[in-house]
């Protein structure tokens, strides 16, 4: 059994090593030594997880539910939690300063656990365990194991109904109440998916390989197909490069979907190769699709399990793909009578709908447009060039089928004809095109040249701040991000628009918080009210329609260009301009 707190200082330590090499020297040693039921969940928290990516499953606790419990185990208000965690920028070290102090009193709550529940308040006081002072508080470490930590939170996340609030604050409760604060620091952490010390999935990865003497391409391969390293680390110490040889793409279980670099200009993309592969990039929402026999599963870009808001797509996908199994790659896009695109809020408004389902698959239509195929009848595709993975998704898919379509691809060596089916796809209100190498094969998860989009460069607008949040981690202290409005002169109002915390470098992020510090009116939390007197000016790939904002409208992937000092309030983009852009972003693209 491997105890919660030789994962504690495994990530103490690792937090003060500045080098990847090194970090994978110290994960690989952990792995090595780890128990084998411990083995799959470390490398899952070590990256600040509870699922692997491939379940899309979160544990979806709320920061208050955590100052619920975090503040029954210290036995301080939420309040003075709120007030820890302004002056520490991170909710760790909030844990670890509530839980220490020797003034407060601690309950281990294990009489929860171990007798029934009576519907009482548990939160109380010391329990015969739990002592004030610093001795008692440090002699709960080496309590919980790895093991225990894990199905505690994954309890948090699984647990719903009536009282599902009470008992995740309750589970919480327990797990700190039971923890030294050292380790508490880290289960918050990773309680609200900010563990945040430098471990991602390369140095899991290379961990993985160090640590079973296996291949690291090998390693690599198998977590493409698998989408869990933790399975691979078992795999690894299991069978080693034979077990990792044998993984395969499995129906029902995604894999991250390949990714595209932006490219600056078509003749860029030809510069790369001789040939390229030219297809639309439409206007919609990513969705990877899993025909089973008779049983169809659909995912959304994160990977979240859509199948229950897109009961037409389900049966588009039976009457129209031959293949008995097939994983698919492709975009959904809203259409309407006529088979026009809409405006893409719609086709999120379908992937987000919970109830009433038929009737708003009846008045917002999907089409799915098919590029790319991964699996079919039992044979993997994803390292065969993506020529022969078109050939055999165009054979699998009944031409003419209402709903879905496999996407014309045109491989040419002339810019020229890339040039006029870029124009194309803008014309019908599409993002731009993908320009793909032929003989690229799918690499999920993976961003290269193998594919790259253009798309138009981004329009503009000043706007002014009204509000921003603080940050956390290395922004702690700072205004991480901006609240946005432009100005409606028929109301004489300012009106959201959104938010922008991309685009700032950490040195303006300085500058920009003393600039702010005299302007903020109000805080609630993390959250601040900012008097409306510096303008920004704001990139953005375009304008949509949001009943999120009360302008209307917001600003798809927005970025700070600069501060215009030189611009008063007064002088900032209204409402009538956005309104216009709006109508005319497709005629100026």
């Given at each position: 059994?491997?105890?919660?707190?030789?994962?504690?200082d495994?990530?103490?330590?690792?937090?003060?090593?500045?080098?990847?090499?090194?970090?994978?020297?110290?994960?690989?040693?952990?792995?090595?030594?780890?128990?084998?039921d411990?083995?799959?969940?470390?490398?899952?928290?070590i990256?600040?997880?509870?699922?692997?990516?491939w379940t899309?499953?979160?544990?979806?606790?709320?920061?208050?539910?955590?100052?619920?419990?975090?503040?029954?185990?210290?036995?301080?208000?939420?309040?003075?939690?709120?007030?820890?965690?302004?002056?520490?920028?991170?909710?760790?070290?909030?844990?670890?300063?509530?839980?220490?102090?020797?003034?407060?009193?601690?309950?281990?709550?294990?009489?929860?656990?171990?007798?029934?529940?009576?519907?009482?308040?548990?939160g109380?006081?010391?329990?015969?365990?739990?002592?004030?002072?610093?001795?008692?508080?440090?002699?709960?470490?080496?309590?919980?194991?790895?093991?225990?930590?894990?199905?505690?939170?994954?309890?948090?996340?699984?647990?719903?109904?009536?009282?599902?609030?009470?008992?995740?604050?309750?589970?919480?409760?327990?797990?700190?109440?039971?923890?030294?604060?050292?380790?508490?620091?880290?289960?918050?952490?990773?309680?609200?998916?900010?563990?945040?010390?430098?471990?991602?999935?390369?140095?899991?990865?290379?961990?993985?390989?160090?640590?079973?003497?296996?291949?690291?391409?090998?390693?690599?391969?198998?977590?493409?197909?698998?989408?869990?390293?933790?399975?691979?680390?078992?795999?690894?110490?299991a069978?080693?490069?034979?077990?990792?040889?044998?993984?395969?793409?499995?129906?029902?279980?995604?894999?991250?979907?390949?990714?595209?670099?932006?490219?600056n200009?078509?003749?860029?993309?030809?510069?790369?190769?001789?040939?390229?592969?030219?297809?639309?990039?439409?206007?919609?929402?990513?969705?990877?699709?899993?025909?089973?026999?008779?049983?169809?599963?659909?995912?959304?870009?994160?990977?979240?399990?859509?199948?229950?808001?897109?009961?037409?797509?389900?049966?588009?996908?039976?009457?129209?793909v031959?293949?008995?199994?097939?994983v698919?790659?492709?975009?959904?896009i809203?259409?309407?009578?006529?088979?026009?695109?809409?405006?893409?809020q719609?086709?999120?408004?379908?992937?987000?709908?919970?109830?009433?389902?038929?009737?708003?698959?009846?008045?917002?239509?999907?089409?799915?447009?098919?590029?790319?195929?991964l699996?079919?009848?039992?044979?993997?595709f994803?390292?065969?060039?993506?020529?022969?993975?078109?050939?055999?998704?165009?054979?699998?898919?009944?031409?003419?089928?209402k709903?879905?379509?496999?996407?014309?691809?045109?491989?040419?060596?002339?810019?020229?004809?890339?040039?006029?089916?870029?124009?194309a796809?803008?014309?019908?209100?599409?993002?731009?095109?993908?320009?793909?190498?032929?003989?690229?094969?799918?690499?999920?998860?993976?961003?290269?040249?193998?594919?790259?989009?253009?798309?138009?460069?981004?329009?503009?607008?000043?706007?002014?701040?009204?509000?921003?949040?603080?940050?956390?981690?290395?922004?702690?202290?700072?205004?991480?991000s901006?609240?946005?409005?432009?100005?409606?002169?028929?109301?004489?109002?300012?009106?959201?628009?959104?938010?922008?915390?991309?685009?700032?470098?950490?040195?303006?992020l300085?500058?920009l918080?003393?600039?702010?510090?005299?302007?903020?009116?109000?805080?609630?939390?993390?959250?601040?009210?900012?008097?409306?007197?510096?303008?920004?000016?704001?990139?953005?790939?375009?304008?949509?329609?949001?009943?999120?904002?009360?302008?209307?409208?917001?600003?798809?992937?927005?970025?700070?260009?600069?501060?215009?000092?030189?611009?008063?309030?007064?002088?900032?983009?209204?409402?009538?301009?956005?309104?216009?852009?709006?109508?005319?972003?497709?005629?100026t693209?």
């Amino acid at each position: 059994m491997t105890q919660f707190s030789e994962f504690t200082d495994l990530c103490v330590k690792i937090e003060s090593i500045p080098g990847s090499l090194e970090m994978t020297d110290v994960f690989a040693a952990f792995l090595k030594e780890a128990d084998e039921d411990e083995l799959a969940v470390s490398c899952y928290m070590i990256m600040g997880e509870i699922f692997p990516p491939w379940t899309g499953k979160k544990l979806g606790l709320g920061p208050n539910l955590l100052y619920a419990a975090l503040s029954k185990a210290a036995g301080i208000s939420p309040e003075k939690i709120q007030t820890l965690l302004r002056q520490t920028g991170d909710i760790g070290e909030t844990t670890y300063q509530a839980l220490r102090d020797e003034n407060n009193s601690q309950s281990t709550f294990s009489s929860f656990f171990t007798s029934a529940d009576d519907g009482s308040d548990d939160g109380g006081g010391a329990g015969a365990n739990g002592g004030a002072g610093a001795g008692g508080v440090s002699s709960k470490r080496g309590r919980l194991s790895v093991r225990e930590v894990y199905d505690r939170l994954k309890e948090i996340a699984d647990v719903s109904g009536k009282g599902a609030q009470s008992q995740k604050i309750k589970t919480l409760q327990f797990l700190f109440s039971e923890s030294s604060p050292e380790e508490a620091k880290y289960i918050s952490r990773i309680a609200l998916e900010e563990l945040r010390i430098g471990v991602g999935e390369g140095i899991v990865r290379d961990s993985i390989s160090k640590a079973f003497g296996v291949p690291v391409d090998l390693v690599e391969f198998a977590y493409m197909v698998t989408n869990d390293l933790g399975k691979v680390a078992a795999a690894s110490r299991a069978g080693g490069a034979d077990a990792l040889e044998m993984q395969r793409i499995q129906i029902d279980r995604p894999v991250k979907m390949m990714l595209a670099q932006v490219t600056n200009s078509i003749e860029a993309a030809f510069a790369e190769q001789s040939e390229v592969a030219v297809e639309w990039k439409f206007d919609g929402a990513r969705l990877q699709i899993h025909k089973n026999g008779d049983s169809v599963r659909l995912y959304s870009r994160r990977l979240e399990d859509v199948t229950g808001s897109l009961p037409d797509v389900v049966q588009t996908v039976l009457a129209s793909v031959t293949a008995t199994d097939a994983v698919l790659d492709g975009e959904a896009i809203a259409v309407d009578e006529n088979g026009g695109l809409r405006p893409f809020q719609d086709i999120l408004r379908r992937f987000r709908r919970k109830y009433d389902v038929e009737t708003t698959s009846h008045n917002i239509p999907i089409h799915v447009n098919l590029f790319d195929l991964l699996y079919a009848d039992g044979e993997s595709f994803i390292e065969k060039p993506l020529t022969a993975r078109r050939e055999k998704l165009s054979s699998i898919v009944k031409t003419g089928s209402k709903g879905i379509s496999v996407d014309d691809l045109t491989i040419t060596n002339d810019p020229e004809k890339a040039a006029e089916i870029y124009s194309a796809a803008l014309n019908a209100g599409h993002e731009g095109i993908m320009l793909k190498n032929p003989s690229s094969p799918y690499s999920p998860g993976k961003r290269g040249k193998n594919w790259l989009k253009k798309k138009p460069v981004m329009d503009t607008l000043d706007l002014v701040v009204i509000g921003g949040e603080w940050g956390s981690g290395k922004r702690k202290n700072k205004i991480g991000s901006y609240v946005l409005a432009c100005y409606d002169d028929v109301r004489n109002v300012s009106l959201e628009i959104g938010r922008v915390g991309t685009g700032i470098s950490d040195e303006l992020l300085d500058s920009l918080t003393e600039q702010f510090s005299g302007l903020i009116e109000a805080e609630d939390g993390v959250m601040i009210k900012i008097k409306p007197e510096i303008v920004f000016e704001i990139a953005f790939e375009e304008i949509q329609k949001s009943p999120n904002y009360p302008a209307g409208y917001a600003l798809r992937f927005p970025r700070l260009v600069r501060v215009r000092d030189d611009k008063t309030v007064e002088e900032i983009d209204t409402l009538e301009k956005v309104e216009r852009m709006y109508q005319g972003q497709k005629e100026t693209s």
